[in-house]
């Protein structure tokens, strides 16, 4: 049974900063395309950052020069340091695993609350 399980999320004032956290269960992030997400209050979700297969990392224009993406050597646990918070940024933050080899289906975790106050 595969899990994702964010945490870290919580309540920051502006400028502040919060490190996010998704652990694997059940298979590793090895060789899938990962990254984070949010949704924010009234908006559709939207991505945040993400590493390909091949490791390439991308962001958000909204978040870059804030936030970083990383994972762990054993590629169980994908992080999400966030910097320079501002209200804009307050959503619930999802991490996500895509498919690997035959699957169809990528994975999600059940998010994780970040609000950021003015």
């Known amino acids: 049974q595969v899990d994702l399980v964010e945490s870290g999320g919580g309540l920051v004032q502006a400028g502040g900063s919060l490190r996010l956290s998704c652990r694997c269960s059940?298979?590793?992030?090895?060789?899938?395309?990962i990254g984070w997400y949010r949704e924010a209050p009234g908006k559709q979700r939207e991505v945040v950052a993400t590493?390909?297969?091949?490791?390439?990392?991308a962001y958000a224009d909204s978040v870059k020069g804030r936030f970083t993406i990383s994972l762990d050597n054993a590629k169980i646990t994908m992080f999400l340091q966030m910097n320079s918070l501002n209200p804009e940024d307050t959503a619930v933050y999802y991490c996500?695993?895509?498919?690997?080899?035959?699957?169809?289906?990528?994975?999600w975790g059940q998010g994780t609350p970040v609000t950021v106050s003015s």
């Open positions: 996500s695993a895509g498919p690997r080899g035959d699957q169809r289906t990528a994975y």
């Open positions: 059940g298979t590793t992030f090895s060789r899938r395309d």
């Open positions: 590493i390909s297969s091949g490791g390439y990392i």
